[in-house]
């Protein structure tokens, strides 16, 4: 076990170069924990000409990350291209075919791959691992995989996106909308120029369905997760959430139900009593609830190069230390495929905002359909008056069933007293 | 891979028999995560005739654990029995000599056994897990030696022991005094009769000992820690730190310093803001500062039978599938031996109540005591007004050394107006 453990890196992006910046730093202490050392063989990336402040004279150098991936005399392949198909996807084919263990960061490439992946990794003998994958510097799919593996999962939640969390944390702190605080997050780099990616839900989709995968030891099924964004989130709702004792956080979440699996992304009013309730800013968290273990709470930073870094390096002392664990918590082979539950049979409580003429009646014909829809009233807020114009009115309801709630909502929408399309948010009760 | 891992458990109190239950009602998934069965082939405990609900037909009996620790056709002993030494550690002695890997729960015996049984283990190239001694259901053992494997840790602490957690968190919640609250939890079996060990803090110290050993990469050193516990935390204290914008908690501190390592287990005052402020009741909770991937929080169920169930049978898992992680993170020969770290120069912010005689110069008789030490005052606090009679005052100091703090704790004591001993509780901040 002396030997050292050869990897290559695919991809000298942000994380790339933080990644062999932590193995340069750290590698006394990793041969210590290992009990060999941890050497950096290959590189490649799209630009060699590229300053990026790493010593690579001694390593080796491809244009072509799957013709590196083929290479002989490497031990692991990491993986930080991105992408979930193209070179990220044939580099790691490439790698797990010619016998290569796998670590990646790519959470799009394993949300619609990562069951295929798997199975072809273990059918070669060799481990894919990607705790970088899900909440960054937070070791959660190994607390899911292991560290849990006594428990059936019930559910399994986070804030997995710091974009996100940042912006609806501002937002509540400063009073101000969405589109103001997130171009400031973009002037400050903490969103990209094109942010669909974090703020309509689909970074925390990716990393939800891979969570899904490993806790419920089920295969990664991307395109059963349901998924709203925040940019309907305003300030109004976050001020009205705070008078009901919630805060507002993008969740992905994903229960086993009696029939399959609920996976979604939406936001959700979450107590302010909560442990969830207090992240804020960047930082991510991962809620799983579990029969014996009961609650754990995991907390840390999501993104970010050291954070990463951590993570890809994680896998690789794993390695380094021989450990083989099925990709996701049970063989490949053995992974259930379970239906995703469709929204409409989710049972839950909600947040309405309406905007309504502030007129006689209308509080009668809005609670006359909630009746009519089987949706029993919780509480209700109103703020001010101003007879003959319109007003906003706060609805929280009972648990009930999503296709219930739409209905009600697409009938109360139809009434001439309601001004604008309702707001609606789910609850999410700890 | 597929013969099944032979058990067997020393111990059937709360611990025992919630883990033999665990067995058995996740046997299925167990053997799906593991790829082989977990079988218990062999218990012990004191009296064989109780009743614990639990089927041991086809187990054998042992009524003397270390006779079960020799015994042959057992991979695994799990000791749940307790104690620093007895009957446990010759059982876990006996067990490592006979070639069986050990599962542990016992902090007690590790702190100040630790090292030692890591190396016997380790020479016999057989496994020592204690994942359940610290923290109960939350995996922060393996989250340290593996999942933060890329990092030096800068400090670690934590909520360690539920009982501390539960009177502080009810004391703050119904303003009542601490003897009271104590008896409640002891009427609720929150307490143990004899409470000394939870709120006198050796417990905390216990795990303390543990989370630096695998923290740190050094050897255990249980004579090192500087106890204290909560008896002398007083409601008006909690109340007091509130207004200031603090919670109470006992925590258990290790730091890495210039010299070796601080260890310290005492009431700290923790600002609101902080995730570990928001961990209430019986929760517990570690923080991990690290290198790279930041600030990590953990949170779950410390005790109960199913919590530690869960943790002693995650470390079965990792047996059963193979694992093969130095005990304390590096090879047991490679721990370093740091020296402790003494009280005298831990330098931090304190939190000083007096109870001085409501007369002119007071104040200035205390601050200049202060000053003379090198003590600078943040903030001072006053309720109430009653001349001739004594009254409450609160000092909050900025960083000092401890030795100053106590040296000018010790003249202000002796001032005539100090009606009382001072009390002192030190500020630990994120």
């Known amino acids: 076990m002396s030997e050292p453990l050869r990897i290559a890196v695919a991809g000298l992006g942000t994380v790339g170069a933080g990644t062999l910046k932590l193995l340069a730093v750290q590698g006394k202490l990793l041969e210590a924990r290992c009990g ?47 992408g979930s198909d193209g070179a990220a996807k044939q580099a790691c ?13 790519n959470k799009a490439m394993l949300a619609l791959h990562g069951a295929a992946l798997a199975e072809a990794a273990e ?18 799919i190994k607390a899911l995989r292991e560290g849990l593996a006594a428990n059936s999962v019930k559910r399994v939640y986070g804030i997995l996106n710091g974009t996100c969390n940042y912006i609806l944390t501002t937002m509540r702190q400063t009073g101000r909308d969405f589109a103001d605080v997130l171009a400031e997050a973009q002037a400050l780099g903490y969103a990209e120029a094109d942010p669909s990616f974090d703020i309509d839900g689909i970074d925390t989709a990716h990393k939800l369905a891979v969570l899904t995968a490993v806790a419920f030891g089920c295969r990664t099924n991307f395109a059963g997760v349901h998924v709203e ?54 930082f991510n968290a991962v809620v799983a609830e579990t ?4 609650t754990n709470v995991f907390e840390g930073r999501g993104a970010g190069a050291g954070p990463t870094a951590s993570a890809i390096v994680a896998d690789l002392v794993d390695i380094a230390r021989g450990a083989k664990v099925p990709t996701f918590a049970v063989p490949a082979g053995q992974l259930a495929d379970l239906p995703a539950s469709p929204m409409a049979s989710h049972v839950g409580a909600y947040y309405i905002r309406l905007t309504v ?29 101003s007879p003959g114009e319109t007003v906003p009115i706060v609805l929280v309801t009972h648990e009930t069933r999503e296709e219930n709630m739409a209905r009600a909502l697409a009938k109360i929408a139809a009434l001439d007293t309601v001004a604008e399309p309702p707001c609606m948010i789910r609850i999410e009760e700890p």
Chains 1, 2 share one sequence.
Request: net charge neutral; hydrophobic share 45%.
């Open 36 to 82: 060999r050392p941890i050497r950096v063989v290959a590189v490649s990336a799209r630009d060699k000409g590229r300053d990026r402040g790493l010593d690579l004279k001694a390593v080796q150098w491809f244009d072509d990350p799957v013709a590196m991936a083929n290479a002989p005399n490497i031990d692991v392949f990491v993986e930080v291209i991105g």
């Open 93 to 105: 084919e490439a790698a797990i075919a010619s016998g290569k263990s796998v670590v990646t960061a």
């Open 123 to 140: 059918a070669k003998g060799v481990t894919l691992a990607y705790e970088a994958a899900v909440a960054g510097g937070i070791p959660i």
């Open 229 to 282: 964004g925040i940019r309907q989130v305003s300030a109004l709702d976050i001020r009205f959430a705070d008078e009901l004792g919630y805060r507002i956080k993008l969740l992905g979440l994903a229960r086993r139900t009696e029939k399959g699996v609920e996976q979604r992304v939406h936001p959700c009013l979450v107590p302010v009593g909560t442990p969830i309730a207090h992240v804020e800013g960047v």
């Open 291 to 294: 029969d014996f273990a009961e």
């Open 357 to 385: 003429v502030d007129k006689p009646g209308v509080i009668a014909d809005v609670t006359a359909i909630l009746r009519d829809n089987e949706v029993s009233l919780e509480s209700m807020l109103q703020r001010g008056r």
